[in-house]
């Protein structure tokens, strides 16, 4: 990042800082503030070393917690929702906390890619329900019968993947974290190293937007959506400064991601249905609908994506700037 040049100009100086100590996700803090259940957040009132270890104590308690569902699709989904929101807080902090952020950023990236065993199968059956009665020209009996192929497949992945003793090995890796967490040394970070951070985040995103949507690559909307996510879940840091303008800007990130999904769910069903491959049988119906399907959503991910990135990154660094300062007075 620093060899970009700073992404922001103009900077505000940084608020008077209060001492304050977070110590869990329930928040226990020794000032003239009274204790607190609420999620930790930044704020221009408390230093923001502590305040960014409280919310990565807080993601590891939560990512800890999903491991404690019943169901093991749930289990799934929830770890790697938190392993998602993780590893975008650690690219975050990676200019501040260098080898170490990395290194877990790493092993969240290997502990999500273990639970992946059941995501195509998953992905294939959103595709089909994504098509739908408009699209996909199938009798319900055909419809059935694909159904029942896809989720034989995600079942059978699906125990494969949480094996006996995976809960326990997960919510260890979380507590082994959580030790990692409590040594950080970020007392010196400011919140305009955290603007700058944020910016760099949605430069990478800004910059895979294709310039031709409709000759883009799978693999370039694919790297778009996962800057995307990466982007949605770090703003959600920003969000208390303005409430309902951090809801909507996150709810846009979220609706292009959503598209971008969609679109890759697509995908995955149309290699099920390649040759030799377990839908072959249903190709010649299946690859026109999720052809148009696609199209549908690149042209609203499009529009979406015009919209979320139409600023230039400094000028979006000095409204994130601008926030932190007008949240203070």
Known sequence: MASRGPLCSNRQPEWKER????????????????????????????????????????????????????????????????????????RLLEPFLDADATRLRVEARDLARGLAGARDAQSALD???????????????SLATINERIDAMRASAESATLTEGTRERLAAAFALTLDSVDRWALDHVKFADIAESLTEG???AQ?????????????ALHRLRQRVIIHRYQMELVTPLWPRFGRVWTQEAQRLRDRLGRHHDLATLANLAAPHQPLARWRSRLAPAIAARQADHIEAAMRQAGRLFAEKPKAFCRRLEALWVASGA
Not at 127 to 141: C, H, I, R, T, V
């Open 19 to 90: 001492p304050v100590i977070f110590l869990s996700r329930r928040m226990t803090i020794t000032s003239d503030v009274q204790s607190t259940n609420a999620e930790p957040e930044l704020d221009p009132h408390q230093p923001i070393g502590p305040s960014l270890i409280a919310i990565a104590r807080a993601m590891l308690t939560q990512a800890a917690h999903e491991t404690q569902a019943e169901s093991d699709a749930v289990v799934v989904h929830g770890v790697r929702t938190a392993m998602k929101r993780w590893r975008a807080f650690l």
């Open 127 to 141: 595709a089909l329900a994504d098509l739908g009665e408009d699209y996909a020209p199938f009798s319900e009996k």
């Open 202 to 204: 949605y430069r990478r």
């Open 207 to 219: 910059e895979s937007v294709p310039n031709d949507w409709t000759s883009a690559e799978i693999e």
